[in-house]
Structures are given as structure tokens and as C-alpha cells.
């Protein structure tokens, strides 16, 4: 298992969409092989379509604010000492997340498909409220799937969703959280899928999801490798790229451009979920060694109980407890081309407590786990390494857990 050089690793799959010849594929029932394929053969057409690109890009530069922030955390960097530390603010985008990017790509397809209607899953609330801003500016219909515990956690996103028109459709089953949520929207779409485009908010799914989803998320990192270069003069020799990990859309954007450079040069890092201290409950498949199991349409890394059943998660962050993960990051963890860890609630609330007192800015609880990870790293490393969060969204969706645990809340 290798990852290829100059061919961009969405595309590093075979005929049947696995990539590694065991991550991904298509397992869906035989009434979404149809949809699927006239999806997979729309999307082909589009990306390298000159007129859809330049529609894409206008949106980005004009609509979502590209290119985001690139800054030094200068006070985090003297607090911590050793590494610099600088964050790449993809929270600037409007909306407040990584979300709008793939939205907008989503959106764009209805369209080219002559649909009316759009239908997705959240669980933070950021994907739904990135489709339900999308789909008010294209006029079209939206339907949100979301779990009920999620959508008690997130209710400032519940709010913006609803004020942009959008229907969020209540989920009670199972965990009641954002894995349920993608279940519910895949069940619609299969008795709906001729009228309505949907739009799955993660890396994650049936493999033309996962390449729709990291195509779109690519302009994150595209942005900084030139913003690198304004900074340093070249792409910095020790370079650590940290990003948290749920199905993995954010991660896979920050680190796209930078695959192909050697490890020694470009280190990628993923943090995942895990949990409370106090529980034995996570969302951490990659790191505490989950087996590969089946989930929503593809073959990766699953948070499983001992008879091989997709087991409950735990997490402080609405979207990250999804107990799975894309199989991208299962292909970059087996080829050793990232590594993998996970940061506890604890660590999370804890390292939002020290950038929101030293930095002029507010990550949500997702990154807050990445930058957990560099909180330990950084004073183990010498100044000439530079490592990177990708601050992907902002904590307003967050206030009310954050007041819960610390006592009061720092925008």
C-alpha cells in the first residue's frame, strides 16, 4: 500500500472506489447504485469543466471570504516555548466553518441536475447551516438531518438553519447523534432521489461523496501553501500540520497540497476524540485501533462492541463523535503518511481555555482538540519547526457547553 506522487489522493482509488484495495468502496442497496452512478458521472464532468470552476471560485473569493487568515500565535508560541505556532483561521469563511466549501460544490451539482431540492446530515450544525445558507442564496429546498442530543448541544445553529429556511428533521434513534442523522439522510434519499440532490457533510460515504467532499475542501490547503510562501519564503523545512479528525473533510483540505512532500519535511497530524477520562467511551478509530467494519455505504476504521456492532461514541464536540472515519485517513494512517492521535474533553476544554486567554480568537471544541496536541508538542520541539492548527470553526455553537464546563464563555 503506497501513496502515489503528482495524482491527487481522492483519485487514488480503483475501479470499485477502494483505496489500498481495502478502504471505501460503494456498499449501498441496489436502488442507490443508479443515483450513485449518474452522481459519480456528473461530478467527473464538472470538476474539469472551466465554466464550473470559475463558478466555484468566484463563490469562494466573493461568498465564503477566501483566502482565510493565515497568523502567528505569537503569545502561545512564548507561553509554550519551543515550536513557532501559527493558525491557519478557516473560521473566517462565512458561516463560521470548513463546511461552506463542500456545500457550495453540493449545491452547484443540484443545480446541473435540474433538482429543486437538497437534503444532508450535521451534527455540530455547521454542515446544516452551511447548506441551509447555500440553498437560500440558490433557492433551493433543504432538508437537514439531525440527532435530537445534537440538536439540545447546538442550538445556535439550529436557529440559523430554521432563519434560513431550512427543515431540520428530528433524529431519535440510536445515539440520537450524528451517525443516526447520515443513516435517516440516506433513507431519504433513496425514496427521494429523483427530485432531490443530497449532500453528505463529511469525507465520508459511498466513494463519490468522499471525492466531492475533499475536492471541495481542497482550497484550504491551496491557500496555504502560497500563504507559506508569502511568510517564509519557501515552505518551512519542519513543518507539523495539526488538524482534528471526525469523518475527516477539514483535515483532508488543510493537508491536501502538502501529501507529497517527504515526512521529515511535512508531518501531517490528526487528532481525534476521546472521550472523557472518566468513560471508556470515545471516537477515536484510528488511534486506539478500531477494526475495519462497514459504515454508511464504505469499508474503514469503526468504533465497534465485541460482536462487531457499530458501538456508542463519546465526545464533548458534536463533530467529532462520529464513530467512524473516511477512508482516505485509513489509507493515510496504513501507509504511515499521517499519523494519528486523540485528545480527551478534558484536554479540549483545557487548551480552548489557554488560546482564548492568550490569543484574540475563539476555536470551537473540534479544533480545540488539535490544538490540545500542540499544546504538548510544541515545547518538546526547537524553534526552527513550525507547526499549524487548522482552526476550522468558531465556538459560538459551543457557548453554552463551554459556560457549562469552565464557568463562563470567551468569544
Keep these: 500500500m503506497k501513496v502515489k506522487k503528482k495524482v491527487p489522493l481522492i483519485d487514488q482509488h480503483d475501479k470499485n472506489g477502494f483505496y489500498g484495495g481495502k478502504f471505501g468502496g460503494n456498499y449501498v442497496a441496489e436502488t442507490l447504485k443508479k443515483p450513485i452512478e449518474d452522481l459519480t458521472k456528473l461530478f467527473e464532468k464538472c470538476r474539469y469543466e472551466k465554466s464550473f470552476i470559475k463558478q466555484r471560485d468566484n463563490l469562494y473569493k466573493n461568498y465564503v471570504g477566501t483566502p482565510t487568515r493565515f497568523i502567528k500565535l505569537q503569545n502561545l508560541t512564548d507561553h509554550l516555548g519551543g515550536a513557532q505556532i501559527y493558525a491557519k483561521m478557516v473560521s473566517d469563511a462565512n458561516g463560521g466553518a ?95 432521489c429523483d427530485k432531490t440532490h443530497m449532500g453528505i457533510g463529511s469525507l465520508v460515504g459511498p466513494n463519490v461523496f468522499v471525492k466531492i467532499c475533499g475536492w471541495s475542501t481542497a482550497q484550504i490547503s491551496r491557500e496555504l501553501k502560497f500563504q507559506l510562501n508569502d511568510e517564509f519564503g519557501q515552505i518551512p523545512k519542519k513543518l507539523k500540520l495539526i488538524n482534528c479528525v471526525g469523518g475527516g473533510s477539514s483535515a483532508y483540505g488543510f493537508w491536501s497540497e502538502f501529501i507529497d512532500y517527504e515526512k521529515s519535511n511535512v508531518e501531517l497530524i490528526g487528532v481525534e476524540a476521546g472521550g472523557s477520562a472518566k468513560s471508556k467511551l470515545h471516537a477515536a478509530p484510528l488511534s486506539k485501533n478500531s477494526k475495519i467494519g462497514i459504515l454508511h455505504g464504505a ?79 510544541a515545547p518538546k520541539l526547537n524553534d526552527d519547526h513550525v507547526c499549524i492548527i487548522n482552526s476550522c470553526g468558531d465556538s459560538l455553537k459551543d457557548k453554552d457547553i463551554i459556560k457549562k464546563h469552565l464557568g463562563s464563555y470567551n468569544r
Excluded at 441551509?132 to 445556535?156: C, E, H, N
Excluded at 462492541?305 to 493515510?332: A, K, M, R, V, W
Excluded at 476555536?363 to 482538540?369: D, F, N, R, W
Design 299 to 377: 469499508a474503514a476504521y469503526c468504533v465497534q462492541n465485541s460482536e462487531g456492532q457499530i458501538d456508542e461514541t463519546e465526545s464533548c464536540s458534536s463533530g467529532l463523535d462520529y464513530p467512524s472515519c473516511s477512508p482516505i485517513h485509513c489509507f493515510l494512517k496504513d501507509t504511515k503518511r499521517a499519523r494519528y492521535t486523540y485528545a480527551t474533553d478534558e484536554e479540549a476544554f483545557n487548551a480552548y481555555k489557554l488560546v482564548t486567554e492568550l490569543e484574540d480568537i475563539s476555536p470551537s471544541l473540534e479544533p480545540a482538540h488539535a490544538f490540545a496536541e500542540v499544546i504538548k508538542m
Design 98 to 192: 470548513h463546511k461552506i466549501y463542500n456545500a457550495i460544490t453540493h449545491a452547484m451539482l443540484c443545480k446541473r441536475a435540474n433538482k429543486k431540492y437538497l437534503c444532508t446530515d450535521t451534527g455540530a450544525g455547521y454542515n446544516g447551516k452551511m447548506f441551509s445558507m447555500v440553498a437560500k442564496k440558490f433557492g433551493l429546498g433543504l432538508k437537514v438531518f439531525m440527532g435530537t442530543r445534537d440538536i439540545k448541544r447546538q442550538k445556535p445553529n439550529c436557529d440559523a438553519m430554521r432563519s434560513n429556511g431550512a427543515e431540520i428533521i428530528p433524529v431519535d434513534s440510536g445515539s440520537k447523534t450524528l451517525v443516526d442523522a447520515v443513516s435517516e439522510c440516506i433513507r431519504y434519499w433513496v425514496a427521494n
